[in-house]
């Protein structure tokens, strides 16, 4: 029996994707657990790019079955783009299962979410505008369509008709914008119902009869420990919960199911949207690790903000999700660089902290006090072993260790599937 749970340990973007392709070899069934296509994953294998941004990164090999959980939100015509995006490109799909009780994406979320962002002016939150924010408050307002509901005409048509009245009053009432239709939204969403009718399914039910026969089960997480909705940089984050516990609920499993966390955790920072962001770096440094890691968004195209690797923030994560082991990725992009910085405590109105502190009042105004390590200038790509790195990158996986309390079991050397040192068993 093994379930293993895959998370971010920063602010999303840690090269998840890699990892996940990289642990699903292993598994049998991968499940993405929350958060929708506000999620952007890339892929290579076997030489070929993929972008995912909604369906498990173990869709890749052929004979894993796949499960988009309870707790994802889910843009139908975003997921029926992607099942073709995919077969065309001669990847089969038919290992997909989506939970009956997967929360629908629909029209108005999208246009609410741009439209809030936009109210909100200078305090915006920089969201991916995919409907993701307004789409979980429908759930917790117990007013959200469920996928289970889109495949019954009677009960969809209800909870439409209501949730329409409803957001058109914030839309024209309050924003000024012109009212969505109702035929629109009813017609497209069966066409697109019917088409996913025959992968929904009970997925709580799936995963732990997948469980139970022994076989290993890998929970995929989106964005990152920072971007968690209760323990994040709130209210700059995400609407879910990309934590460890998180799969727990958002895919319908115990706690005591689950064997290993295991953390990503890029050799730097990365942030996209607003918000503090203490070892960011804005000079010609961040622009090389930008240009060197190609720090651009996966799903919107945004320049991610760079900056030094903050052990404050990956203990952090490790106590939150309980992480058993570091996946560090990215390695390779700090190739060149002649000094390394790693942030151990932040300085904070006089005072030194070594925690990562609940007040975003607090947080903005950390100072990061860095410790220094030398650089390495050899190419690392090809390394396949941890001791024939420089002596340099050792040291600096080694510290990062010591810093946390977390062995680095894992350590990316470049994108593809082979470009992975492995110092001990994960499945
Ligand atoms: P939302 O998830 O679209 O509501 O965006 C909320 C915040 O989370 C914004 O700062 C986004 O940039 C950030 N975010 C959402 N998904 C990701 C991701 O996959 N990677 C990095 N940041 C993300």
Redesign the pocket.
Known sequence: MAAVVLIGSQ???EGKGKITDFLAEKADMVVRYQ?GN???HTVVANGEEFKLHLIPSGILYQDKTCVIGNGVVIDPKVLLEELSYLEERKIKTGKLLISSNAQVIMPYHLVLDGLEEEARGDKK??????G??PAYMDKASRVGIRIIDLLDKEEFAEKLGRNLEEKNNLIVKIYGKEALKFEDIFDTYLGYAEQLRPMVADSSLAIDECIQAGEKVLFEG???TL?DIDHGTYP????SSPIAGGACVGAGIGPTRINRVVGVIKAYTTR????PFPTELLDGTGEEMRANGHEF?T?TGRPRRCGWLDAVIARYAARISGISDFAVTKLDVLTGLKTLKICVGYRVDGEIIYEFPQSQKIFKLCQPIYEELPGWQEDLTHVQHFEELPQAAQNYIRRIEELTGVPATLVAVGPGREQTIVRGTIF
């Open positions: 602010w999303g973007d958060g506000n999620a952007g939150i920089g969201t991916t505008k995919r993701i924010g989106a964005q990152g971007l700059y984050v995400t609407s996209v949207g607003e918000g968004g799903t």
